[in-house]
C-alpha cells in the first residue's frame, strides 16, 4: 500500500510505463490527505498518454487512484489490503485487491475501447509486471524495515 501513496515510486521503479512524474499537490495534513501527480502512461516506445491523478487513503487499507485530467478521465482504480495472518505472526500474509473503474467520453477512449481485444494481452502482461515488481519492492521495505535497516 506505501507504494501507491508514495509519489515518485511509479517513475523510479516502473520507468517502463510511468515517465514525466511531477507532483502537483502534496497533502497539507489539516483533513487534506491527497497527492495529486502529472504523470505520462507508456503504452509503446514513446508514445504516451499523460494524466493528472489524484492519491487518497480513505481508509487504513485503502487507496483510491482517481484520474481527474487526460484520457480516462473519472475512472478510479482502488487498492485495498486484507491481513491474512495475525499482527505478530512471523511472516505476515496480505491479500491486496484491486478494483478499477474506466470510463471516459474522451475520443482516445473510445479508439481504446475497440482496440480492446488486441490491448488486454499488453495490459495485463504490463499489470503483471507492476505487481511483480511492485511486491518485490514491499519485501525489500520489509525485510529492511524488519532488520531495523530502514525507518519506517
Known sequence: ?????????GSWFHP???????????????????????????VAGRV???????????????VLMRITEGEGATSV???HATPLTAPDHAHP??????????????????????AAPVLRP??????????RDDLAYAERRWTLRDTGRFPG
Open 48 to 62: 504516451v498518454v499523460p494524466v493528472r491523478a489524484e492519491f487518497t487513503a480513505p481508509g487504513p487499507r485503502t
Open 93 to 114: 500474509r496480505t491479500a491486496v485487491v484491486e478494483a478499477v473503474v474506466a470510463a471516459s467520453d474522451r475520443r482516445g477512449f473510445a479508439l481504446a475501447r475497440a
Open 77 to 79: 482504480v482502488e487498492t
Open 1 to 9: 500500500m506505501a507504494n501507491r501513496l508514495d509519489s515518485w515510486h
Open 16 to 42: 517502463y510505463s510511468f515517465v514525466d512524474l511531477s507532483v502537483v499537490r502534496e497533502p497539507s495534513g489539516e483533513g487534506d490527505d491527497a497527492f495529486v501527480v502529472d504523470v505520462s502512461f507508456r
Open 122 to 131: 499488453l495490459m495485463r502482461r504490463t499489470a503483471g509486471r507492476l505487481w
